[in-house]
């Protein structure tokens, strides 16, 4: 039985009613929404999307759920950052190349199919992280046979999904499936082409089944509208980005002459693709938080929860599999763990039940494979230059900086989320301290990763996205040292 909602207290409800409050908390979901996909390119799909997620949802808890108990707060925060990753598996570089590739500049029929399979990606990609927020925020209890249930019923749907509008895949010969957004024989009957396998019916599937099964069975009315916001926003925000890439392609004479001529040669074009998308999708995910805010939960379902060794065999199961597939020489493990639902299975899973591990999904979980891929390229292949210590030296200086630091500050965010679960009634002061250490920890690895683009020195391609990340950052940061306490009034505790 759904948990009854009960207003907040009328102090804290006329502070998130105010108009000026909700333009401050669309304004700083955008730009960490826009600071998170940006840095979100240089990491990957599934981690990197991950990390994005949890910026936008920390900022959202903070701004529209501090009254939550720190730890319902982490599990809604935890649940929308893991299902952030599900939209990672979909293929779109060669979606984005029918928008811009040079021999298709001029075919406005390209140009359209390939905005609409953004529109379609875009919109499964962030349809699944409102559907899961929503389902944090929204006061229903997930119970830990559901969340298994859902995601293996998901990952076989995403199966069927694939064989049904995702086939036949036979480049060989040159059978694609009928609904097919990357590059194929139809714009380029003579070029010489390698297709990707899409899989975007499977997630647009799996999607529409979750959606259903929360609806219907759970009657979670947070989720299922929020899906439906989050399905808008990406699928606004994945073409509205291209769009500038897609006109510079198109028109460079546009970007030629006044402020254009000294800055478009330092534009990383795809970069503010990514960085539009991140801006729309979280403004629009919160607009419709706002609107919705009065389904937000006020009561909380206790749970047990798993003993800690339990807990922390499944910290260990995960983490070993994330680390070999990433990294290591296993391309089984890899075939199986890549894919986001089944990235997700595990952590769905221990997160709710589990008392330890939403702490530990936003911080540690989250900060691996983004401190492993900065000392990966900057201290491995490609190193930073610290010429007075020599090559072992520098090796282990950045293992310290960029491994070592970001790990032990997630290690202990962590361990300061879970003493706060017992101490404080509300998680205001948790989300504050996380996303101030989130924001600086993951702008610091993409400044490395940007080779230190500061803006009085020479402007590279990195400058005018690494500009607006500071922007961003600056922005968290105020949000994350001036949010007035939650305190709206107990938190009545719920037996349903």
Known sequence: MPPKHVPQALGHRAFLEAPSQAFVTVLVTALAGGMGWGIRGQYGHETGAMMAGLLVALVLALRLAPHLPPLASARAVALATVAMGFGGTETYGQTIGLTQDAPLIGNVAALGWGMLGLAIKGGIWIGFFGLFLGMGLGGIRYRVREMLFLMLALIAVQRVGVGWINEPFDPAHRILPRIYFSDDWRWEPDSVLKPRREVWGGLLLALAVAGAWCGVYRRDILAVRMMFWGFFGGALGFPLGQSLQAAHAWHPEWFQGGLWTRLAPHMNWWNWMETTFGCTMATVVAVGLIRNRKLIAHTVDPEKGWAPPVEFAMLTLHLGLLV???WGP?????????????LGLIPLVAVVLGRRWPAWLITVVTVVPI???TFLIRGIENPVTIGWVGTVGTFWILGVLLLGLPLVWASLSAA?????Q????DSGRSLRRTLLGSAWVYFALNFV???FPWPWQPWTARTPNALFFMLALFALTALALTSPPARPGRVRVSSQ
């Open 449 to 451: 990763f940007f080779d």
């Open 416 to 420: 300061w989320w879970i003493a706060d």
């Open 422 to 425: 017992d101490r404080e009634p």
């Open 371 to 373: 401190a492993g891929k």
């Open 330 to 342: 296993f391309p089984r493990i890899q075939a199986i763990y890549d894919p986001g639902l089944h």
């Open 324 to 326: 070999a597939s990433e």
